[in-house]
Nanobody, 129 residues
Framework: QVQLVESGGGLVQAGASLRLSCAAS????????MGWFRQAPGKEREFVAA????????GYAESVKGRFTISRDNAKVTVYLQMNSLKPEDTAVYYC??????????????????????WGQGTQVTVSS
């Protein structure tokens, strides 16, 4: 069964850092664009970041640009989201997702959640002020 499993969430104070991980169950995921999305209570799911199959290209939402970094280790079939200078408005459930039809990052397509075929169960990030 194809799976994406996120980990690394938690409760931190504003200004702190967290690193989220997303482990995939199959090496086929090494060929896919991988993305991170988040959903805060009462809000729609929003794009955070995405990365190409080999890590050569990536993109970010404006709200996290300069603070968050997406990366991947294909040897471990794992994608990471390093989150620095966290703010209370970053509080959300964070999901990783895989677009099995694309290997190359596209600034137009990557933010569209409907492009992604596989989703993890999410990990909660709570940032206190």
């Amino acid at each position: 069964q194809v799976q994406l499993v996120e980990s690394g969430g938690g409760l931190v104070q504003a200004g702190a850092s967290l690193r989220l991980s997303c482990a995939a169950s199959e090496r086929a995921f090494n060929n896919y664009v991988m993305g991170w999305f988040r959903q805060a209570p009462g809000k729609e799911r929003e794009f955070v970041a995405a990365i190409s199959w080999n890590g050569s290209n990536s993109g970010y939402a404006e709200s996290v640009k300069g603070r968050f970094t997406i990366s991947r280790d294909n040897a471990k079939v794992t994608v990471y989201l390093q989150m620095n200078s966290l703010k209370p408005e970053d509080t959300a459930v964070y999901y990783c997702a895989a677009d099995r039809f694309r290997s190359l990052y596209s600034a137009t397509l990557a933010p569209q959640s409907r492009r992604y075929d596989y989703w993890g169960q999410g990990t909660q990030v709570t940032v206190s002020s």
